[in-house]
Structure formats: C-alpha cells, structure tokens
C-alpha cells in the first residue's frame, strides 16, 4: 500500500500551497485532507445553530476537490475529513488514529495572532509528531 499524506487546511494561503505541494509530489498513495473545526472560534456553536462554520468548512472540500480533480496525481485516493477540536491537537490526534505516514501543513494559518516566522499550530505538530512533517511556507 502507498504512503498517508495528512493535509491540514483552513483556507489560508501557507495550507492552499501545502496541498498543491502534496498533490505535486505524492502520486500514489492517499492524500486525506483534514479541516479542524475550533470550537473556540465566536460562531462555533455545538448544537449546531452556528451551521456557518461546517458551511466553510464545505466550501473548503468543495475547493479540495477542484484542485484535486486538478491535478494529475495518478493512482492517488484523497479523502476530505472534517473534525472538531483546537488544531493543534485535533491534528496530532488524527494522525495517530489514521496511521499517517507524512503531514504536510501550512507555516500559518488564519489565526488573528500570528507568530513571527512558524505558525504556533505548524510548530506544535513539526516538535509533537511522530511522523515526518514539511512544513510549506
């Protein structure tokens, strides 16, 4: 069986260049695209009343499968997966139960405070997993 390439996205430009640099390098294989869901953002709501963020969150796989369908990766499965959770952990938790092999990942995100070079997310998987990480600037 082929490599599990884990991709976090949140929209931002570092996570759109991320995917582009797996679906360029990593034919073969599976590709799982993750979206984390933070509850701690002001329109998160659990019951479900809050439906923009899982709205986004479609318009974010919406854009996975236009850039997938895209590109010419050969004999490569992708998989869009929505979660919740504080990124940072959502992703390190998923990469443990999915038996990923690789994570590529943005070097920040959208958050409103931004670290100076990495960011806090990137740098807390890069030092916290147990697989390879490339971090895309």
């Keep these: 069986m082929g ?3 884990l991709v976090p996205v949140d929209s931002s430009e570092p996570a759109w ?26 329109d998160y709501r659990p019951d479900g009343s809050g439906d923009s963020v899982y709205r986004r969150s479609e318009k974010i796989a919406d854009e996975v499968t236009q850039r997938f369908e895209g590109a ?6 992708l998989t869009f997966e929505t979660i919740e959770g504080k990124p940072k952990n959502a992703i390190l938790r998923f990469e443990s139960d999915a038996d990923v092999d690789q994570i590529i990942i943005g070097s920040r ?26 971090i895309v600037n």
Excluded: M, W, Y
């Design 17 to 42: 260049r991320a995917l582009e640099h797996a679906l360029s390098f990593h034919t073969g294989g599976q590709i799982t695209v993750l979206h984390v869901i933070d509850p701690q953002q002001g």
């Design 72 to 77: 010419d990766v050969p004999s490569t499965e």
């Design 109 to 134: 995100g959208n958050a409103d405070v931004k670290r100076l070079l990495l960011g806090s997310v990137a740098e807390t998987v890069a030092r916290r997993s147990d697989c390879p990480v490339t």
């Design 3 to 5: 490599r599990h390439i």
